[in-house]
Structure formats: C-alpha cells, structure tokens
C-alpha cells in the first residue's frame, strides 16, 4: 500500500532562517507530488505541483521553492523564511492520469518567530 | 478569485441529525469534485467524490449531491456522529490536469 511521509512534524525557525521540508511517497511509482500550505483559519493553498523528476510548476509567487530530486522525494525550501511564511504545511500524491483523488501526508507545523 | 467557495465557516447539529455542508463553484470547467476531512494538526483525508456526469454519490452514511447548473455541491452525513467533528474541505478539478483548487473548509462540530 502506498504511504507518504513528511517531516519534520513541527518546526519552529527564526526570520531570516533557510528552511528544507521532506516529504516522501512510497509504495508507488511516477506519482504526482504537491505542496499546500494551510495558514491558520484559512483553507489550503497551492504552493508547488511536480509531474516527474526536476519538473516544477509554482501556483503562487512567494519566498518559498520546490525540488524533485527523485521520483518519491518532494523538497520544499526557502533561503530566508518570513513571519508570513508560518502555516502547516502538506504535501500530497496522486497517481496520474487521475484527476481526482490526492492522498495527503501528516503535515508540517511552521512557526516562524 | 476564489473559485470555490464554502460560505460557512462552521456547523452545529446534534448527534443523530443529517449534517449538511454546501459548497459552491464558478469555474465551469470543473468536472470533478471531492470532499476531504481534516482533524487538527492532521492531514485532510479523502471521503467521497462525484463526477460532473452524475447528480449523487452515496457511500454509507455520506451523500454528496451535485447541482451542476447551480454549480453547486453538498455533503450530507446521516446520521451525524461526534466522530464526525472536523474541517470539510469541498475541492474541485478541471479535465486539464489532477490539480485540485479548495474551498475554505467548514468546521462542523457533532454534539453529543
């Protein structure tokens, strides 16, 4: 069965410092690979969608980035992070071609201070 | 622009009542919807979808009803339990590719 991890599970950073989350997909193959990020009250927005290896399309224009180093691994990334960069963070598959249903990971909690 | 909305934030009923959470769109080209679940500090899990070639969908105590010239979909629960307090997020997608834009979510509180 196919499974998805992230971690760290919460993280606190101060402004100015990078950030690198993981996530990781097993138990499948050429998944489609995303990162949301929920701010708090708020629903989840679209950060990053990757369709295959180095292949990286942004939603949102923002002091974050992506990476897909290898097929199951999905980097989500800043170099100096903002107050407004705190949020949980989700990262999500989907087997393509399917349209529909993405499978979520556990999530990160980001605390910028 | 938000193309899919849920436009209440929250919802209160009573275990053993039908819960009922509504969602609207206005992208046309939707073809596709979904409903997630979400405790806190969890991510959302998947819970029932319906394609735009149909108008229901039930899976046990989950119903979802879609109103494509109102673009309009709805989640009913019957019977509502406490297990079922949680964020709903309604999401929808476009023939063009498997992304998936949500709504705000709606916190639906199940009282004993």
């Known amino acids: 069965s196919q499974t998805i991890h992230q971690w760290p599970a919460t993280l606190v950073q101060p402004v100015g410092s990078p950030l690198s989350l993981e996530c990781t997909v097993e138990?499948?193959?050429?998944?489609?690979l995303y990162w949301y990020r929920q701010a708090a009250g708020r629903g989840l927005q679209l950060l990053f969608y990757s369709v295959g290896i180095g292949q990286i399309s942004s939603e949102v224009p923002q002091n974050l980035s992506a990476s897909r180093p290898q097929d199951r691994q999905f980097i989500l990334s800043s170099k100096k992070l903002l107050l407004s960069d705190s949020g949980f963070y989700l990262c999500?598959?989907?087997?393509?071609?399917?349209?529909?249903?993405?499978?979520f990971g556990p999530g990160t909690r980001l605390t910028v201070t | 622009d938000q193309q899919v909305k849920q436009n209440s934030p929250s919802l209160s009923v009573q275990e053993g009542r039908i819960s009922i959470l509504n969602c609207d769109y206005t992208?046309?080209?939707?073809?596709?919807f979904l409903w997630y679940k979400k405790y806190p500090a969890e991510g959302p899990t998947f819970l029932i979808s319906i394609s735009s070639i149909k108008d229901k969908n039930e899976d046990g105590r989950f119903t979802v009803f879609l109103n494509k010239s109102a673009k309009h979909l709805s989640l009913h629960i019957v019977p509502s339990q406490p297990g079922d307090s949680a964020v709903y997020f309604c999401a929808a997608s476009a023939f063009s590719g498997s992304r998936l834009t949500f709504g705000e979510g709606t916190q639906l509180t199940v009282n004993p």
């Open positions: 138990g499948t193959s050429n998944p489609n």
């Open positions: 999500a598959w989907s087997v393509p071609p399917q349209k529909g249903e993405q499978y």
């Open positions: 992208n046309s080209m939707f073809d596709y």
